[in-house]
């Protein structure tokens, strides 16, 4: 299937930064025009002032099979909305997260109007937690065979990727003048002493020689401590981000961190991990029509490190897998998205849904 470029350009014009309210409500109102005109059903449901996008091509909320993208994006300088093209690279900011995987499901459902019964959530906050997937998922938004969220590594099929705790550990401490630092008890110094002991404790933060990553890592991530240049400080703070492996361990980590630093420690962020097994019948055949396009990537089932909307989407009795598209440079002035590949996920969406 070849890639409708032109969309693609129109949608990642739209700077649609998630913290851009507006511009995110014109990226939906743009693709429901696009899916409308061709014939699907749409609903822009809402969160707040907030839209997002539910499409399918029959009418209702709970079809065969429901597809994921997000359609905002993190901040770029304005240069990096406008498109330009290397080769088969169509580079621009949220090309490849996750615009182009938007398209590719876009295409694929007018592709499939009275074929086969699909719907699509196109979220509009997937960069800050997500909320507006979530929101579908509590307004009734499921499929019965398979849900499929566009938003990882071409040609593999991720079955878990791991939670997330955002925990601030606080130290608390008495300012005196920097010139008398016996006269107070510096929350710096406690901090960093509750710190090292977490490093110390913490059993691995590195993969093992034979390369596995799947298991528990934490990463020091933002410090706050300190007023000024002679003065002691007498709070101290530090978020750590830790990613975990297993569903309903967040309450077991919270304890270890608090135990083992003996600081404060503030739960500020935290979902489950996404865990689906592998052997459900209807990857099997997921590989099959990805190895169809595909013969020479070697298609595999994969666990991920970083999180995505399908761990919103738990609650459901369908299976769940994280697929991608042909990009990489997320996040960087580089960002791009395989042209060719657009087409070919929309085809092997076509093909799957159709089998």
């Known amino acids: 299937m070849n890639t409708d470029i032109e969309f693609l350009s129109r949608l990642v014009s739209i700077p649609s930064e998630t913290r851009d309210v507006q511009e995110c409500n014109n990226a939906s109102e743009l693709m429901r025009e696009y899916l409308e005109a061709r014939g699907l059903h ?6 707040g002032d907030r839209l997002f996008l539910c499409a399918a091509t029959t009418p209702g909320k709970v079809h065969d ?24 690279k169509f580079m621009a900011r949220g090309s490849s997260d996750c615009k182009g995987a938007a398209v590719a499901i876009a295409q694929a459902l007018c592709e499939l109007v009275g074929k086969a019964d699909v719907g699509a959530v196109f979220s509009t906050d997937e960069e800050t937690g997500g909320a507006t997937s979530a929101e579908a998922v509590r307004l009734g938004y499921d499929a019965r065979k398979m849900i499929g969220v566009i938003d990882s590594a071409l040609y593999m099929i991720t079955t878990a990727h791991k939670g997330i705790i955002d925990l601030r550990l606080v130290a608390h401490g008495r300012n005196a003048h920097s010139s008398l630092p016996w006269m107070g008890d510096n929350a710096i110094d406690k ?39 002679n003065k002691v400080p007498d709070e101290a703070s530090l978020l750590v981000n830790i990613r975990y492996t297993t569903p309903g361990d967040a309450d077991r980590i919270e304890k270890f961190v608090r135990e083992t630093t003996g600081l404060e420690v503030r739960r500020e962020t935290w979902c489950q991990p996404f865990v689906c097994d592998e052997r459900e019948p209807i990857f099997a055949r997921l590989a099959e029509v990805m190895r169809r396009a595909w013969p020479d990537k070697g298609v595999d089932f994969i666990r991920m490190n970083g ?38 996920m929309a085809q092997v969406i076509c093909d799957f849904c159709q089998g």
């Open 307 to 344: 999180a995505t909307d399908a761990r919103h989407f738990g609650r459901s009795k369908a299976p769940i897998a994280v697929l991608g598209i042909d990009g990489g440079d997320c996040h960087t002035d580089n960002e791009w998205v395989g042209i060719a590949g657009i087409g070919e």
């Open 42 to 47: 749409c609903a822009m449901e809402k969160l």
């Open 65 to 88: 099979y429901l597809f994921n993208a997000h359609l905002d994006v993190v901040p770029a300088s304005p240069e990096l909305f406008v498109p330009r093209i290397d080769g088969d």
């Open 191 to 229: 901090l960093m002493d509750g710190y090292a002991k977490l490093r110390a404790a913490w059993p691995k933060n590195a993969p093992d020689p034979d390369g596995n990553q799947w298991f528990d890592t934490y990463s020091a991530v933002i410090v706050n401590g300190g007023t000024a240049h």
